[in-house]
């Protein structure tokens, strides 16, 4: 082989190099491109710094739609409005898949998503507004927390005494809630009364429930940095460093 040919073989076979990454994302670019991350603790400054990342990296990747893979019995009432309101106010339409619970803070972040999927045995519920004890706070707390609920179902078309009754033990609502109890939902119920879109027990089953076939699912990766920051803004976390800190000063 002269030094012609080599060239040639060489160049062919750059051309075939750089030309299939590129057919490979022309293909990506055809599918709907769902981007997932996850709510699984308690509801702190942590979820909040991670939620606001993932939406960050949605709206930079173009992504058609954000997921939600909630289980969380509740947490913190600020960081939890901070997340409904990026949630509300956020472009691109958003899915929350309850994976068992939706608690407390987590039923106002699921209201505030566009559609709500839930697996079987899950519930979704129970805002009531407590103390570190878990015992009930004042009516000035309680006030607040039943307008971000009735605020939030209204903005997605969703029933608003429903949701102010998850707080609110005094609110009856006919073939509803009549007990005199927090209302918290079942799956069935909160199909029923327009809190779910449907059931499913996977990812794969919430997307076909949401009418998605040709897609790819991007999934939230932090990195290291992002986990050393999450631990140390945890709650229990900045206050032994406030102590330290504080201690510090003083000797």
Known sequence: MNLISKYFVLFLLSLFIFSAPTSFAQEDSTKTIVYKFNIKEEIAP????????????AKEIS??????????????????????T????????TMVFIDNNAASAGALISIACDSIYMRKGSNIGAATVVNQT???????????MRS???STAEANERDPDIAQAMVDPRIKIEHVIDSGSVLTFTVSEAIKNGFCEGEAENITEVLELAG???????????????HIIGFLIKPYISGILIMLIIGGSYF
């Not at 942590?46 to 990296?57: F, G, M, S, Y």
């Not at 992504?63 to 409904?84: C, E, F, K, Q, W």
């Not at 990026?86 to 339409?93: D, K």
């Not at 998605?212 to 992002?226: G, R, T």
Request: proline residues 6%; negative net charge.
């Open 63 to 84: 992504a058609d739609y954000v997921l939600i893979h909630m289980n969380t019995y509740g947490g913190l009432m600020d960081a939890a409005d901070s997340i409904r």
């Open 134 to 144: 878990g015992e009930v706070v004042a009516d000035k707390y309680q006030s607040y």
């Open 148 to 150: 971000l609920m009735r």
């Open 86 to 93: 990026a949630l509300l106010q956020f472009p691109i339409p």
């Open 46 to 57: 942590p979820v909040w710094r991670q939620t606001k990342l993932a939406l960050e990296e």
């Open 212 to 226: 998605l076939s040709d897609y790819k699912i991007i999934e939230q990766e932090l990195s290291p940095m992002d």
